[in-house]
Nanobody
Framework: QVQLVESGGGLVQAGGSLRLSCAASGRTFSVYAMGWFRQAPGKEREFVAVINSSGGNTVYTDSVKGRFTISRDNAKNTVYLQMNSLKPEDTAVYYC??????????????WGQGTQVTVSS
């Protein structure tokens, strides 16, 4: 069992930066790939980024490549999402998830409660 708690969301102007954190409980954090997903109002939840269990491999959705960076610290049971050059279209609730190495939400067994990111123009 893994419990996930996101933090770091907020309101930022376009072009600004935010760093999301996701703290995990449980000793098995390091065996899971960790993903970030987001859901904007009226839209389906979409994949943002994933990092493998060791932190050596990452995948990003095209719309955030070059702007977002996913990382993890297994000693701290935490995964991060550094978001730079934010755009209004990045506005969404951001969720972290633990599971398999995948870009689809159904491959993730554990989810956090989400943190709101709002980017003003």
């Amino acid at each position: 069992q893994v419990q996930l708690v996101e933090s770091g969301g907020g309101l930022v102007q376009a072009g600004g930066s935010l760093r999301l954190s996701c703290a995990a409980s449980g000793r098995t954090f390091s065996v899971y790939a960790m993903g970030w997903f987001r859901q904007a109002p009226g839209k389906e939840r979409e994949f943002v980024a994933v990092i493998n269990s060791s932190g050596g491999n990452t995948v990003y959705t095209d719309s955030v490549k070059g702007r977002f960076t996913i990382s993890r610290d297994n000693a701290k049971n935490t995964v991060y999402l550094q978001m730079n050059s934010l755009k209004p279209e990045d506005t969404a609730v951001y969720y972290c998830a633990a599971g398999g190495w995948a870009t689809t939400s159904y491959d993730y067994a554990y989810w956090g409660q989400g943190t709101q990111v709002t980017v003003s123009s």
